[in-house]
């Protein structure tokens, strides 16, 4: 009999430890892999261990169970099953509203035995049919674009990039930036001739810029659609883009490539 394994990611220890408890007495033949309190060590984990379940509590401080979610979904490897995906999350009528119409599986806090129960009996109901595990990957694609918001609330629109190189501050225009790529601590801001770091996060960018002209192709990477010249997918079925003005190709994530859907 093949063991299943899970993964729990939960940043309040009494609620891990509740969570736990309750998977071990209710399904004690799955193996809790590992307990690990935020999202980037859920992610890390998960790689690592390739688990069957995976629950993530909604909100962990550095990376929310989301984000760690859809970090998977686009690193996750072609050759293996994508796990099972049960949000936790407190009670909120628009987060619930938004997993039922996703379909996607939740439980809330405080965890009861009997809500507990139905997600089991229907974790063990898709883990049975290897169809559905297929499918897995697709499934969770499609949950996290109606639960991650695409188009962000807009504060006020940004048309200049105030980027320091050396003792200078470079004043680039907003629509001559070819895409803005994620780097450790700041933002790398492409144009068609130079590169430039600003020290802010794409989180806090997005909402600056225009969502029409502006797109998030990969957690770590918005590219001004004027500027791509078309998409490709490889034979594995990954999308990429090629740029005008730039030689390097970009990566589209899964959870972005319905971006770039034939009209």
Do not use: C
């Not at 802010?200 to 797109?215: A, R």
């Amino acid at each position: 009999m093949t063991t299943l394994r899970a993964i729990v990611a939960e940043d309040e220890p009494i609620l891990a430890y509740t969570l736990v408890q309750t998977l071990q007495r209710l399904w004690p033949e799955l193996q809790i892999g590992s307990v690990v309190e935020n999202g980037a060590a859920a992610v890390q984990e998960a790689l690592a261990q390739r688990p069957d379940v995976l629950f993530l509590d909604i909100k962990m401080p550095g990376k929310t169970g989301l984000e760690a979610a859809q970090e998977l979904a686009e690193d996750w490897p072609d050759d293996r099953p994508f796990p099972l995906v049960v949000f936790v999350t407190a009670y909120d009528e628009y987060a619930l509203q938004a997993f039922e119409q996703a379909a996607a599986d939740y439980v809330l806090k405080p965890i009861s035995d009997a809500r507990m129960e139905k997600t089991v009996e229907r974790l063990k109901a898709r883990l049975a049919q290897h169809q559905e595990r297929s499918h897995e990957l697709e499934r969770i694609v499609g949950q996290l674009r109606a639960l991650v918001p695409s188009a962000p609330v807009e504060s006020e629109r940004l048309n200049i990039i105030r980027a320091a190189i050396g003792n200078q501050i470079r004043m680039i225009p907003v629509a001559d930036v070819v895409y803005f790529e994620a780097t450790d601590k700041y933002v790398n801001v492409v144009t068609s001739d130079s590169e430039s770091l600003i020290r802010t996060s794409l989180k806090e960018l997005l909402p600056q810029l225009d969502g029409n002209q502006f797109w998030q192709i990969h957690r770590g990477t918005i590219v001004n659609a004027n500027h791509i010249q078309a998409a490709i997918r490889d034979d594995s079925g990954k999308l990429s883009v090629k740029l005008r003005g730039r030689s390097e190709s970009l990566t589209v994530s899964r959870v972005f490539a319905h971006l770039f859907k034939q009209m």
